[in-house]
């Protein structure tokens, strides 16, 4: 019965180091895929910075970024811990382990608070960006404008129509809305209101939300998953740990100076 007992035991922790491996080789993968995301939101929300004025939307951004980077830390430390079976080692794994998991619930916490807020402040800051509308390129308004009517395929803030309120079309006097308004399929369009089948007849807020939404999205749920795997790394961890610390056989071995 007790020799049973001693090899479920020697099974249970052996499968439970076997994952835990496993796992550290996870959150390496997991460490560039975070960072990756990380980047991605600040590349796409610099096309779009235009159209919100709060810059800490991008505190979640930073924080899974600087999490990555723990967490490429956190599968070394992991690694040689598990194999080696260091107490101080494991215990270490598991407190970081810990303390990324909090900021993990933080960032999706954070994620959904500035989600809510994005419709409020691309509705506060998106007139302002087509009142500054002036049509040169170097202008940062003008690039933000035209790449965002491109990119999404839409024409004004609710429909092409919005353009005429602008100060560039009072100014231009030639009843056009941009080329950027422009469908693709649209080999001749000038931007002419008299030819409206030629413009995206959906707006850019809804659109322009609906983005920064998404994007805000893939942080919130890459920070979900990989917060469940390192509640399964924590657990796996501790087994090894209360193993080690219970059963004599997985004492340090003074002859030969390794674990048994």
């Known amino acids: ?8 035991g020697q099974c249970g922790i052996t499968s439970s180091k076997t994952v835990l491996v496993f ?3 996870i959150f390496w993968a997991a460490a560039g895929i975070l960072c990756y995301v990380g980047a991605y939101v600040f590349i796409t929300y610099d096309d779009y910075d235009h159209f919100f004025e709060d ?4 505190i979640p951004a930073v924080v899974i970024i600087a999490v990555g980077t723990l967490l490429f830390i956190i599968g070394l430390i992991g690694c040689c811990a598990t194999i080696r079976e260091s107490r101080c080692g494991l215990a270490t794994f598991v407190i970081i382990l810990l303390l990324v998991f909090i900021t993990e619930v933080v960032v999706v916490v954070l994620g959904y608070i500035y989600r809510a807020k994005v419709e409020d402040e691309v509705d506060h800051s998106i007139q302002k960006v087509y009142d500054a509308y002036s049509g040169t390129n170097p202008d940062a308004a003008t690039r933000a404008i ?4 491109r990119q999404l395929r839409c024409c004004g803030i609710h429909n092409y129509s ?5 100060k560039w079309f009072k100014e231009t006097k030639n009843n056009s809305v941009p080329l ?12 002419s209101l008299t030819h409206p089948m ?9 659109l322009v939300v609906k983005k920064l939404q998404e994007i805000m999205m893939y942080v919130i749920w890459a920070a979900l998953a990989f917060a469940a795997i390192q509640l399964l790394g924590m657990l796996c961890a501790c ?6 610390s219970r059963d004599p056989a997985y004492e340090l071995l003074i002859t030969g100076g390794t674990y048994a």
Not at 180 to 191: E, I, W
């Open 146 to 149: 035209d790449y965002v009517q």
């Open 180 to 191: 950027s308004c422009c469908k693709a399929t649209s080999t001749n369009c000038t931007g």
């Open 162 to 166: 919005d353009w005429e309120n602008t």
């Open 239 to 244: 087994v090894v740990l209360c193993r080690r």
């Open 198 to 206: 030629d413009l995206y007849s959906e707006g850019c807020e809804a």
């Open 55 to 58: 810059v800490y939307t991008l």
């Open 1 to 8: 019965m007790g020799a049973g007992a001693g090899a479920m």
């Open 23 to 25: 796992l550290n080789l």
